[in-house]
Every structure is written in structure tokens, then in C-alpha cells.
């Protein structure tokens, strides 16, 4: 079954017809109108907003239909108000500069799931931040998906130590393929020693990409990280 939630598709609509109209406008260099700044901001209106979710082409007529004017003023007012607030908080580890990257696939491929994963202080269990976390295969850093995934990984204070990963998708042969994929994360900070953590994903090649789900999410146990000299400098998980 399919669902589709058409305030998705008008808000990405206005974000980008805002963000066009501002670029063109000399008076508001100053704003970031990039790839991912208007993700941010669509992001930011969807948050805010009431889904209207369709099953059906006579869902989408209904909608169409119902859908009043202050409603859509209100999602332009907000989309404005998004573009806005992104813009004092911008990403502080991507390039605004650079145009967003996808990398398309022709063909059957393996679709490796997002890799999620969470570090802690190993003495006093609080969330770790201001860390790099990297993802490794054959000692290599793993390529992602697009820009808006990064390798390296900061962590950052409001995340709670949690980082994540969606690597790019390896091209098959042909569909039904199963391979096991073997990756490590490695966190190298000047406070904590050291610490690898390998693991395998086991993968069936498709010919189509799966959209993100939390539910497909590959889910890391808990990293601990220790200062150096400490009796329990070692790397402890729990499931």
C-alpha cells in the first residue's frame, strides 16, 4: 500500500519557489538557498504543519478541493519563517557551496540499509560530542549515498552521541544476490583511546531503491569510550 502526504509536495514546491525568488533578488544574497538549506527548511515547515495523506488519484482531486487559501498562506508564512531560522543555523560541516550530490544507480545493485549507531563516556554514561566517527571498509572511509550523509560523522551536542551512515549502493550483477558486506567504525579522539568496532550487513541485491525507514535502519550496539589509562580502556557494547 501506498500513502502520500500532499502537503509534502507543496511545501518542497514553495520552499523552492521562495528560495529561486531570493536568489534572484540581490537585496537577499545574504540567505543560503542551497540544496540542502531548502531540504532543511521544507523539513522545518513539514514539522509544523498538518499531513493531508492520499491512498488514491480521487484522494488527491478531494484535497486539491478542500484545500483553502489561509492553508496555504499559513505553509508559505511558515516556509519564510523555515528558510529564515536554517539560515542562523546553518550545517556546520556541509559545504553551502557545493551543489548536492546523488549518486544515481543504473541497474541491479545492493542497497546497503542506514547505519546508526551511539557513544557514550564509558565512566560516566553521558552522551559523547565534539568527536569524529568514521566508516570504514578495507580500512577505506565508505562512500554515502549523497552530501546529505557525511564520512566522517561529528557528533554534535544536541544528538546525543548518535551518528549515522548511508553508504552509496554497490552495483550487481543481477537482482536476488546475497552478500555480506563487512564494515568497521573507528573513533580516534584526543580524550579517549582509541576504538574499532567491526561488523557485517548481509544484503539482496534489488533493482529499485528503498526509500529511508527507520524500521530498515541497521542499529549498532552501544559504543563506551575511555580515557587512556583507565583500567577499563577497552570498547564495551551492549545489545
Same mark, same amino acid.
Given at each position: 500500500?501506498?500513502?502520500?502526504?500532499?502537503?509534502?509536495?507543496?511545501?518542497?514546491?514553495?520552499?523552492?519557489?521562495?528560495?529561486?525568488?531570493?536568489?534572484?533578488?540581490?537585496?537577499?544574497?545574504?540567505?543560503?538557498?542551497?540544496?540542502?538549506?531548502?531540504?532543511?527548511?521544507?523539513?522545518?515547515?513539514?514539522?509544523?504543519?498538518?499531513?493531508?495523506?492520499?491512498?488514491?488519484?480521487?484522494?488527491?482531486?478531494?484535497?486539491?478541493?478542500?484545500?483553502?487559501?489561509?492553508?496555504?498562506?499559513? #505553509?508559505?508564512?511558515?516556509?519564510?519563517?523555515?528558510?529564515? /531560522?536554517? &539560515?542562523?543555523? *546553518?550545517? !556546520? @560541516?556541509?559545504?553551502?557551496?557545493?551543489?548536492?550530490?546523488?549518486?544515481?544507480?543504473?541497474?541491479?545493485?545492493?542497497?546497503?540499509?542506514?547505519?546508526?549507531?551511539?557513544?557514550?563516556?564509558?565512566?560516566?554514561?553521558?552522551?559523547?560530542?565534539?568527536?569524529?566517527?568514521? #566508516?570504514?571498509?578495507?580500512?577505506?572511509?565508505?562512500?554515502? /549515498?549523497? &552530501?546529505?550523509? *557525511?564520512? !566522517? @560523522?561529528?557528533?554534535?551536542?544536541?544528538?546525543?552521541?548518535?551518528?549515522?551512515?548511508?553508504?552509496?549502493?554497490?552495483?550487481?550483477?543481477?537482482?536476488?544476490?546475497?552478500?555480506?558486506?563487512?564494515?568497521?567504525?573507528?573513533?580516534?579522539?584526543?580524550?579517549?583511546?582509541?576504538?574499532?568496532?567491526?561488523?557485517?550487513?548481509?544484503?539482496?541485491?534489488?533493482?529499485?531503491?528503498?526509500?529511508?525507514?527507520?524500521?530498515?535502519?541497521?542499529?549498532?550496539?552501544?559504543?563506551?569510550?575511555?580515557?587512556?589509562?583507565?583500567?577499563?580502556?577497552?570498547?564495551?557494547?551492549?545489545?
Amino acid at each position: 500500500m501506498e500513502i502520500h502526504n500532499t502537503t509534502e509536495d507543496f511545501v518542497i514546491a514553495e520552499v523552492n519557489a521562495i528560495c529561486d525568488a531570493l536568489t534572484s533578488d540581490e537585496s537577499q544574497g545574504n540567505l543560503c538557498t542551497c540544496s540542502q538549506c531548502r531540504l532543511d527548511a521544507a523539513c522545518y515547515v513539514l514539522n509544523r504543519s498538518e499531513p493531508r495523506y492520499i491512498v488514491s488519484h480521487r484522494g488527491a482531486a478531494r484535497v486539491k478541493t478542500e484545500s483553502d487559501h489561509q492553508t496555504r498562506a499559513d #505553509l508559505t508564512t511558515l516556509a519564510y519563517e523555515g528558510i529564515r /531560522k536554517v &539560515n542562523h543555523n *546553518q550545517r !556546520p @560541516y556541509f559545504d553551502h557551496k557545493q551543489a548536492q550530490t546523488i549518486n544515481p544507480v543504473d541497474g541491479p545493485a545492493f542497497y546497503i540499509p542506514a547505519i546508526k549507531g551511539q557513544v557514550y563516556n564509558g565512566l560516566n554514561f553521558s552522551p559523547v560530542s565534539g568527536i569524529q566517527v568514521e #566508516l570504514l571498509q578495507n580500512k577505506k572511509l565508505v562512500p554515502m /549515498k549523497d &552530501n546529505n550523509w *557525511q564520512n !566522517p @560523522y561529528i557528533l554534535i551536542p544536541d544528538t546525543g552521541g548518535v551518528f549515522t551512515f548511508w553508504p552509496k549502493a554497490v552495483l550487481a550483477e543481477e537482482i536476488e544476490v546475497h552478500r555480506i558486506f563487512e564494515f568497521s567504525i573507528r573513533i580516534a579522539a584526543a580524550d579517549y583511546d582509541e576504538q574499532t568496532h567491526g561488523f557485517s550487513i548481509p544484503v539482496v541485491s534489488k533493482l529499485t531503491s528503498p526509500s529511508f525507514s527507520l524500521s530498515r535502519t541497521f542499529k549498532l550496539p552501544d559504543i563506551y569510550l575511555f580515557p587512556p589509562g583507565e583500567e577499563k580502556n577497552q570498547l564495551i557494547i551492549t545489545g
